[in-house]
């Protein structure tokens, strides 16, 4: 009798076994890689949408835009998460192995922000000043209106399309100073600012929690204008980009569905909430 009941068990076992192996095979994994900017967000996105589709397994890891496009060129990841457009080079590299020029997905806005320590006097710069700053033409808070003390630049790895994107936009394509500390995130990045009275650094304007947001004026003579949805909608706000997802090519199936989410009024809500603004 016992040993019947252990036969019976194991015949349970084995069976419950290929069901949870079937109901595996039968969800669709979409596997999302790349910028630190867009990290927190796709997570936020990937956590709402698995839980009204259980079908579908969304895996989310940052690493920088560089990381996530050279795993779609790789054939690693499905979607490539970016802070930054696509470079020649690399669709080429796609249109090399794949026959395509990749699938670009504008999926939220931002507006690059600079962030200062609480105690800085300085309440607004112009991108000529920016860009001397981390040119290290300017070197003292005071020479912009500050206290006389020494600026220390903070700012991303060279993975980053946050980095890139500042460099070829702020920098007008100049390398960043030498004494810039480079840091592997952008939550680093302000967790070095807030520690640092002196400090000033970049990155995504959902991060900027604990530290001073510094206007930015397109000259001398405009306003200044930090980081709002009003001023990213109106171009007023001189440091506004596009956040991407990139696929080799165009989405089709669970992606494509989950694509449709993102760009429909939950996925666009959960952009602000995070504190990026929608792209609609």
């Given at each position: 009798?016992?040993?019947?009941?252990?036969?019976?068990?194991?015949?349970?076992?084995?069976?419950?076994?290929?069901?949870?192996?079937?109901?595996a095979?039968?969800?669709?994994?979409?596997?999302?890689?790349?910028?630190?900017?867009?990290?927190?967000?796709?997570q936020?996105?990937?956590?709402?949408?698995?839980?009204?589709?259980?079908?579908?397994?969304?895996?989310?890891?940052?690493?920088?835009?560089?990381?996530?496009?050279?795993?779609?060129i790789?054939?690693?990841?499905?979607?490539?998460?970016?802070?930054?457009?696509?470079?020649?080079?690399?669709?080429?590299?796609?249109?090399?192995?794949?026959?395509?020029?990749?699938?670009?997905?504008?999926?939220?806005?931002?507006?690059?922000?600079?962030?200062?320590?609480?105690?800085?006097?300085?309440?607004?710069?112009?991108?000529?000043?920016?860009?001397?700053?981390?040119?290290?033409?300017?070197?003292?808070?005071?020479?912009?209106?500050g206290?006389?003390?020494?600026?220390?630049?903070?700012?991303?790895?060279?993975?980053?399309?946050?980095?890139?994107?500042?460099?070829?936009?702020?920098?007008?394509?100049?390398?960043?100073?030498?004494?810039?500390?480079?840091?592997?995130?952008?939550?680093?990045?302000?967790?070095?600012?807030?520690?640092?009275?002196?400090g000033?650094?970049?990155?995504?304007?959902?991060?900027?929690?604990?530290?001073?947001?510094?206007?930015?004026?397109?000259?001398?003579?405009?306003?200044?204008?930090?980081?709002?949805?009003?001023?990213v909608?109106?171009?007023?706000?001189?440091?506004?980009?596009?956040?991407?997802?990139?696929?080799?090519?165009?989405?089709?199936?669970?992606?494509?569905?989950?694509?449709?989410?993102?760009?429909?009024?939950?996925?666009?809500?959960?952009?602000?909430?995070?504190?990026?603004?929608?792209?609609?």
């Amino acid at each position: 009798m016992k040993k019947r009941i252990l036969n019976q068990i194991r015949v349970i076992a084995v069976a419950l076994a290929g069901i949870m192996l079937f109901v595996a095979a039968a969800k669709k994994t979409i596997t999302i890689k790349g910028s630190d900017t867009l990290v927190i967000l796709a997570q936020r996105w990937a956590e709402k949408y698995m839980a009204s589709h259980s079908d579908v397994v969304i895996q989310v890891t940052g690493g920088g835009s560089g990381v996530g496009i050279s795993a779609l060129i790789n054939g690693t990841t499905d979607f490539a998460n970016a802070s930054r457009e696509m470079k020649k080079s690399e669709i080429d590299k796609l249109k090399q192995r794949y026959n395509t020029l990749g699938n670009e997905i504008k999926v939220a806005k931002d507006g690059i922000t600079l962030y200062a320590n609480a105690a800085n006097a300085v309440d607004e710069l112009s991108l000529a000043q920016i860009k001397a700053i981390y040119l290290a033409e300017i070197t003292n808070w005071r020479d912009v209106g500050g206290d006389d003390a020494p600026i220390v630049l903070y700012g991303r790895e060279n993975s980053s399309g946050t980095y890139v994107y500042f460099r070829d936009n702020v920098l007008d394509g100049n390398d960043y100073s030498a004494t810039m500390q480079s840091l592997p995130g952008t939550a680093a990045v302000v967790n070095a600012v807030v520690k640092d009275k002196n400090g000033i650094g970049y990155g995504g304007a959902a991060y900027a929690e604990g530290i001073k947001v510094i206007k930015v004026k397109k000259d001398a003579s405009s306003p200044g204008y930090a980081p709002t949805a009003a001023s990213v909608k109106s171009n007023q706000y001189p440091i506004a980009r596009y956040l991407y997802m990139y696929s080799r090519s165009k989405p089709t199936g669970a992606m494509k569905a989950y694509v449709d989410w993102i760009l429909g009024p939950e996925g666009q809500e959960l952009v602000t909430k995070v504190g990026y603004f929608p792209v609609k």
